[in-house]
């Protein structure tokens, strides 16, 4: 496990502000307690805004009333519909809000499909709030009156930075909830007790669709404030043999020179922190991350004896991919990814080798057509340095990167390769017909523009076709 970093403040506000809610939350509520229920805010909202952290997930539960009489009150305030497994959530158009009431899950077969669900209008909030997975979680508050619900002393967990089940019985009702476990540890850098670990330990995750777990890793990895504690959970409950690719970096040896943090693990772990540091909040943050976790995963086959795992970036590719399929991951992002994996130490090879520019030209075609950018490539050899021990990784010094950037832009204004200077046109207009060989052809010009830097179109037409003309006047 990676040397521990201190853990982030948390300290409670004194009641969770929900001043910035819709207003028509609170009418609702108002109309359901003259229909002689109960409306509360319920779940992670409670316990986000505890930590005086803004929610974007608004879950209301209504007690006291039957599924007509929600139905009714709420379709005074738009068009209802049902939503969820078998219904069991109402949604308002035009309210970014879910509802529903009161329930029982009862499994009858094997897998989170495997569920009926019993509407129980009557029970009170405690045994409700039973089937919640965690305690943080198991929190509600009155609107209208102010009163925060906490049977299950979620406020002094969170308070503790503590993770523990709500109920024992409930939890082992969706294997998710191992993989909840680790991304809400990461998240809110919580320890989860031995009671979590034990549950876990003993959920299948292979009951899951591979979408649900793809969305809970993804999670994991863009909301973790320290990713490396989620990972460790997953290994210490062994939930990470559910990801052989994962799995298989546990005791790869790596060369303390550059390495003293230990195995190919430790090293992932804390370039995942590292990456977690580096995120912008925007759609370069997905790839980043995954990226990141994925980096090394062709060390197990390339590392020799002697502590060297030449070849390794181009090896990670197709257990990178593998990984990101079963996962069900979207294309884009396994392309995004292996194109980074592959390519994740050139950073560094092309300070340490000198490259001109033209080998920056053709990494940043390489990448765009891949979806991803030579500023994204740099991020994850950042991660990548500064995820070791080294005394420049403790200093957070990463040279190379720099200079590779400062580099990059001399040699590519803006990071982008430039826009094509020959298309089709030109070459029909020389007698080419339209058909593979002139897809074949503009490719080849797309390589002498990259090599060369022109950007007229005859000269580098004759280049591809096999002339030798003189460089076209600046």
């Given at each position: 496990m990676p040397p521990d970093r201190p853990r982030h403040d948390t300290r409670l506000l004194a009641e969770p502000d929900f001043r910035d809610v819709d207003p028509r939350l609170l009418a609702i509520a108002r109309t359901v307690r003259a229909a002689g229920g109960r409306a509360l805010f319920v779940g992670g909202q409670v316990r986000d805004r505890l930590l005086g952290r803004s929610s974007t997930d608004v879950d209301m539960e209504v007690f006291g009333l039957g599924l007509e009489e929600v139905e009714t009150v709420l379709g005074s305030y738009g068009r209802t519909r049902k939503v969820g497994r078998s219904f069991g959530v109402i949604r308002v158009d035009g309210l970014d809000a879910d509802f529903s009431l009161p329930r029982r899950d009862n499994k009858t077969g094997r897998g989170h499909r495997g569920f009926s669900i019993d509407i129980a209008p009557d029970l009170d909030f405690t045994a409700a709030a039973r089937r919640r997975d965690f305690r943080v979680n198991s929190m509600g508050f009155d609107p209208l009156t102010g009163e925060v619900l906490d049977p299950h002393d979620g406020r002094a967990d969170l308070a503790a930075g503590r993770l523990r089940a709500t109920d024992r019985a409930h939890f082992a009702e969706d294997p998710l909830r191992g993989l909840r476990a680790a991304q809400f540890a990461a998240r809110f850098e919580l320890e989860p007790d031995g009671e979590l670990v034990a549950l876990a330990a003993r959920l299948d995750l292979g009951e899951l669709a591979a979408e649900r777990v793809y969305a809970e890793l993804r999670k994991l990895l863009l909301l973790g404030v320290r990713p490396a504690i989620g990972f460790a959970f997953l290994r210490t409950t062994g939930l990470v043999r559910f990801f052989p690719e994962v799995e298989a970096l546990i005791g790869v040896p790596q060369d303390p020179?550059?390495?003293?943090?230990?195995?190919?693990?430790?090293?992932?772990?804390?370039?995942?922190?590292?990456?977690?540091?580096?995120?912008?909040?925007?759609?370069?943050?997905?790839?980043?991350?995954?990226?990141?976790?994925?980096?090394?995963?062709?060390?197990?086959?390339?590392?020799?004896?002697?502590?060297?795992?030449?070849?390794?970036?181009?090896?990670?590719?197709?257990?990178?991919?593998?990984?990101?399929?079963?996962?069900?991951?979207?294309?884009?992002?396994?392309?995004?990814?292996?194109?980074?994996?592959?390519?994740?130490?050139?950073?560094?090879?092309f300070v340490r080798d000198g490259a001109g520019p033209s080998a920056y030209r053709r990494l940043a075609r390489r990448l765009d057509a891949a979806g991803a950018d030579l500023e994204l490539l740099a991020r994850v050899a950042t991660a990548d340095h500064l995820g070791r021990t080294t005394r420049a990784a403790r200093e957070g010094r990463f040279r190379e990167g720099s200079t590779f950037l400062e580099r990059a832009r001399a040699a590519l204004p803006g990071l982008a390769p430039a826009a094509p200077a020959v298309l089709g046109r030109h070459l029909i207009a020389r007698g080419f017909e339209p058909g593979p060989q002139l897809g074949r052809l503009l490719a080849a010009c797309r390589k002498v523009q990259d090599e060369t830097g022109w950007s007229d179109p005859d000269s580098i037409i004759d280049r591809a076709l096999g002339g030798t003309p003189e460089p076209p006047d600046p």
């Amino acid at each position: 496990m990676p040397p521990d970093r201190p853990r982030h403040d948390t300290r409670l506000l004194a009641e969770p502000d929900f001043r910035d809610v819709d207003p028509r939350l609170l009418a609702i509520a108002r109309t359901v307690r003259a229909a002689g229920g109960r409306a509360l805010f319920v779940g992670g909202q409670v316990r986000d805004r505890l930590l005086g952290r803004s929610s974007t997930d608004v879950d209301m539960e209504v007690f006291g009333l039957g599924l007509e009489e929600v139905e009714t009150v709420l379709g005074s305030y738009g068009r209802t519909r049902k939503v969820g497994r078998s219904f069991g959530v109402i949604r308002v158009d035009g309210l970014d809000a879910d509802f529903s009431l009161p329930r029982r899950d009862n499994k009858t077969g094997r897998g989170h499909r495997g569920f009926s669900i019993d509407i129980a209008p009557d029970l009170d909030f405690t045994a409700a709030a039973r089937r919640r997975d965690f305690r943080v979680n198991s929190m509600g508050f009155d609107p209208l009156t102010g009163e925060v619900l906490d049977p299950h002393d979620g406020r002094a967990d969170l308070a503790a930075g503590r993770l523990r089940a709500t109920d024992r019985a409930h939890f082992a009702e969706d294997p998710l909830r191992g993989l909840r476990a680790a991304q809400f540890a990461a998240r809110f850098e919580l320890e989860p007790d031995g009671e979590l670990v034990a549950l876990a330990a003993r959920l299948d995750l292979g009951e899951l669709a591979a979408e649900r777990v793809y969305a809970e890793l993804r999670k994991l990895l863009l909301l973790g404030v320290r990713p490396a504690i989620g990972f460790a959970f997953l290994r210490t409950t062994g939930l990470v043999r559910f990801f052989p690719e994962v799995e298989a970096l546990i005791g790869v040896p790596q060369d303390p020179r550059w390495h003293p943090e230990g195995d190919v693990w430790n090293h992932t772990l804390m370039a995942l922190d590292r990456a977690a540091d580096l995120r912008r909040g925007d759609a370069g943050d997905e790839p980043l991350m995954f990226a990141v976790l994925c980096h090394d995963f062709g060390k197990p086959a390339a590392t020799t004896e002697a502590l060297r795992s030449p070849g390794h970036d181009r090896e990670g590719v197709e257990p990178a991919q593998r990984f990101l399929r079963r996962l069900r991951a979207p294309g884009r992002l396994t392309e995004q990814v292996c194109a980074l994996v592959r390519d994740h130490l050139a950073p560094a090879r092309f300070v340490r080798d000198g490259a001109g520019p033209s080998a920056y030209r053709r990494l940043a075609r390489r990448l765009d057509a891949a979806g991803a950018d030579l500023e994204l490539l740099a991020r994850v050899a950042t991660a990548d340095h500064l995820g070791r021990t080294t005394r420049a990784a403790r200093e957070g010094r990463f040279r190379e990167g720099s200079t590779f950037l400062e580099r990059a832009r001399a040699a590519l204004p803006g990071l982008a390769p430039a826009a094509p200077a020959v298309l089709g046109r030109h070459l029909i207009a020389r007698g080419f017909e339209p058909g593979p060989q002139l897809g074949r052809l503009l490719a080849a010009c797309r390589k002498v523009q990259d090599e060369t830097g022109w950007s007229d179109p005859d000269s580098i037409i004759d280049r591809a076709l096999g002339g030798t003309p003189e460089p076209p006047d600046p």
